[in-house]
């Protein structure tokens, strides 16, 4: 079967780093995307990787490991508005995705 | 600027009526256009995509429907609805296959009771 595991809650502290992983078993890869989610609201693109290696875009970061089947997402300089749930997406063909259950990430002050 | 459109954003609806959610996408064009369900608390389930008018896949035998009668265009529909087709209903287009990006209308919340 094909199948997404990440973390179903993690907590962190404003101003620190936190990292939400995402392990994947499917039949074919093309990529890994992250998704931001608040409550109630529709999810927003975060990053994408389709190659091995870290993509920086501002505060977020996102790493993929393409023999590990496994991915991650770096958050850093945590901001009280970063508090919502994170979803990793993998597309197994160029038009199916599969998405995560989702990370809630609670951030204290 | 591209924009898309949902609506409505919430629907109550009785068991066993028929229902009719529409997409519109605006400032882009030939879009793929995709349908997703999230149930509460968890994450998106791909329902349709369709990368033209008139071209529709389903990821998941259903008693839901989709059409796409123009290029901007994206119908979900169901002649009965189930208790279990409550959720919460997200559009979304994209450029280019694979779709890494894909940008998501507000949603529509909808109960079936």
């Known amino acids: 079967g094909q199948s997404l595991e990440q973390p179903s809650e993690v907590t962190a502290v404003e101003g620190a780093i936190v990292q939400i992983n995402c392990t994947y078993q499917?039949?074919?890869?093309?990529?890994l995307s992250w998704y931001q989610q608040h409550d109630g609201g529709a999810p927003t693109f975060l990053s994408y990787n389709a190659l091995d290696g870290l993509e920086e875009t501002g505060r977020f970061s996102s790493f993929l490991s393409r023999s590990d089947s496994y991915g991650y997402l770096l958050l850093q300089e945590l901001q009280m508005k970063d508090s919502a749930s994170y979803f990793c997406a993998v597309y197994s063909s160029a038009s199916k995705i599969i998405f995560g259950s989702g990370t809630r990430l609670s951030i204290r002050p | 600027s591209q924009t898309i459109h949902q609506w409505p954003a919430t629907l109550v609806q009785p068991v066993g009526s028929p229902l009719s959610l529409e997409c519109t996408v605006e400032?882009?064009?030939?879009?793929?256009l995709y349908w997703y369900r999230q149930a509460a608390g968890r994450g998106l389930q791909l329902l349709f995509y369709s990368v033209g008018i008139g071209q529709i896949s389903s990821e998941v035998p259903q008693n839901l429907s989709a059409s796409r009668p123009q290029d901007r265009q994206f119908i979900l529909s169901s002649k009965k609805l189930l208790l279990s087709d409550s959720g919460f209903y997200l559009c979304?287009?994209?450029?280019?296959?694979?779709?890494?990006?894909?940008?998501f209308g507000p949603g529509t919340r909808l109960t079936v009771t």
């Open positions: 400032g882009t064009s030939n879009p793929n």
């Open positions: 979304a287009w994209s450029v280019d296959l694979p779709s890494y990006e894909q940008y």
């Open positions: 499917t039949s074919g890869f093309y990529g």
